[in-house]
C-alpha cells in the first residue's frame, strides 16, 4: 500500500525529467524517497506508543531563482506501531502512525563544482497527523486525526545526470507540533530521514 501511494508520483516525475534542456530553467518539479528514524509518542496519561521504521516520500512543483529555489511540496510519511508502554508494562499493538503535510520550501544550492551542487533548505506548513486504528489488547486505543503545524530542515547534495535532471541524496528532519487524538493529547512527530530524490526541470 506505501508503496501504491508514491509510484504513480515518481513516474510522473520521470516522464519530465529529459524534456527540455536545462536544469537552471524556471520551474522544476520533484520528488523524493527515504526511509526515517521516528521518535516514540507520549500522551497525558503516560503511556508510550513506540514506533517502527518510518517510510514515506514526496513530491514538489517549484520555482529556481538561482541559487535560491522555493517549492511548495506535499509529504507523505508513515510508521507502524510496534508496541504500547503502559504503567503496567509493555503491551502488543498494531495500526499505524500517518503524516500528510503540504509545506512551503526554500533551498540553496552552493554552485561551486561543475556536476555537484550541495544544497539547504527548510521549509513550514501543515501536516494531518493520524493514529490509524492503534490497537492494544483487542481494544481501539486511537483512532483519530489533527492538522497541525509542521516545520522541516534540509541538506544534501545533487549530481546533474543531465542539463535537465539530477538525482539528490540528503537528510531531512521533520517535525510537527503536539496532536489531540480523542480526549487526550500526543507528542507531536520528530523524524530524522535518509532520503534520494529527482529533480527535473521544464
Known amino acids: 500500500m506505501k508503496i501504491r501511494i508514491l509510484v504513480?508520483?515518481?513516474?510522473?516525475?520521470?516522464a519530465f525529467l529529459f524534456a527540455t534542456p536545462d536544469l537552471r530553467s524556471d520551474i522544476y518539479v520533484g520528488g523524493s524517497?527515504?526511509?526515517?528514524?521516528?521518535?516514540?509518542?507520549?500522551?497525558?496519561?503516560?503511556?508510550?506508543?513506540?514506533?517502527?521504521?518510518?517510510?514515506g516520500g514526496s513530491v514538489a512543483v517549484?520555482?529556481?531563482?538561482?541559487?535560491?529555489?522555493?517549492?511548495?511540496?506535499?509529504v507523505y510519511r508513515t510508521s507502524d506501531?510496534?508496541?504500547?508502554?503502559?504503567?503496567?508494562?509493555?503491551q502488543?499493538?498494531?495500526?499505524?502512525?500517518?503524516?500528510?503535510?503540504?509545506?512551503?520550501n526554500g533551498?540553496?544550492?552552493?554552485?561551486?563544482?561543475r556536476l555537484y551542487r550541495p544544497y539547504i533548505g527548510g521549509g513550514f506548513g501543515a501536516s494531518r497527523i493520524s493514529a490509524e486504528r492503534i490497537r492494544s489488547e483487542g481494544e481501539t486505543v486511537f483512532d483519530d486525526s489533527e492538522t497541525v503545524f509542521a516545520y522541516q530542515a534540509m541538506a544534501g547534495v545533487?549530481?546533474?545526470?543531465?542539463?535537465?535532471?539530477?538525482?539528490?541524496?540528503?537528510?531531512?528532519?521533520?517535525?510537527?507540533?503536539?496532536?489531540?487524538?480523542?480526549?487526550?493529547?500526543?507528542d507531536g512527530s520528530r523524524i530524522h530521514i535518509i532520503e534520494?530524490?529527482?529533480?527535473?526541470s521544464f
Not at 8 to 14: G, T, W
Not at 92 to 104: E, K
Not at 169 to 186: D, H, I, L, M, P
Open 158 to 186: 545533487e549530481y546533474e545526470l543531465a542539463r535537465n535532471a539530477a538525482i539528490r541524496a540528503g537528510y531531512r528532519f521533520f517535525a510537527t507540533q503536539n496532536a489531540s487524538w480523542g480526549e487526550g493529547r500526543v
Open 81 to 90: 506501531v510496534r508496541r504500547l508502554d503502559t504503567d503496567t508494562g509493555p
Open 8 to 14: 504513480p508520483a515518481v513516474s510522473l516525475i520521470l
Open 107 to 113: 533551498f540553496y544550492d552552493f554552485y561551486g563544482a
Open 196 to 200: 534520494v530524490g529527482i529533480r527535473g
Open 33 to 55: 524517497f527515504g526511509f526515517g528514524f521516528p521518535r516514540d509518542h507520549g500522551d497525558d496519561d503516560g503511556n508510550t506508543i513506540k514506533l517502527d521504521d518510518d517510510l
Open 62 to 74: 517549484g520555482f529556481n531563482f538561482d541559487p535560491v529555489r522555493l517549492e511548495g511540496e506535499f
Open 92 to 104: 502488543r499493538a498494531s495500526g499505524s502512525v500517518q503524516n500528510l503535510g503540504l509545506m512551503l
